[in-house]
């Protein structure tokens, strides 16, 4: 694999900081040609997973951080975009998410999340990080047009 540039946010847990996130995001979709679609996709996974990582994994605790990481890669599979976001949270067992399509979850309002970021991404892996906290570890790839 391949890496090319890496940018690294280091941000304290606040809901404002969600729209510099986001720039970045789109910046970094647009150099790696993210179409329209795969765009969307990775703001949604970006949002969310920032968002987990501010309310659930910090507790909302403006002096605890978030770590958001961009990567671009250039692999065989194709081009694309890594992302790692972390908290410093306690962390949980991914195993234990309730199932937001059961019968009894459908009217909750909260718990889509991760679904929403496993159905947008390519490749999501959710893990305790080595630094402490939680972290949500995901790849989008360029989708190559073909003729």
Request: include cysteine; charge should be negative.
């Amino acid at each position: 694999m391949t890496r090319g540039a890496t940018i690294r946010l280091d941000l304290p847990s606040s809901f404002e900081i969600l729209d510099l996130v986001q720039l970045v995001s789109d910046d970094i979709g647009r150099r790696v040609r993210l179409d329209d679609e795969a765009l969307h996709s990775v703001r949604v996974a970006v949002r969310e997973s920032v968002v987990n990582a501010i309310k659930h994994g910090n507790g909302s605790n403006s002096r605890k951080r978030v770590h958001v990481e961009f990567t671009e890669l250039d692999e065989e599979d194709g081009p694309g975009v890594a992302i790692r976001v972390r908290d410093e949270g306690a962390g949980f067992d991914p195993s234990t998410l309730p199932d937001c399509l059961a019968p009894e979850n459908l009217l909750k309002c909260s718990g889509r999340g991760i679904f929403l970021i496993r159905s947008f991404m390519d490749e999501l892996v959710l893990q305790r990080a080595p630094e402490g906290g939680m972290e949500v570890r995901m790849v989008k790839r360029v989708q190559h047009q073909r003729a």
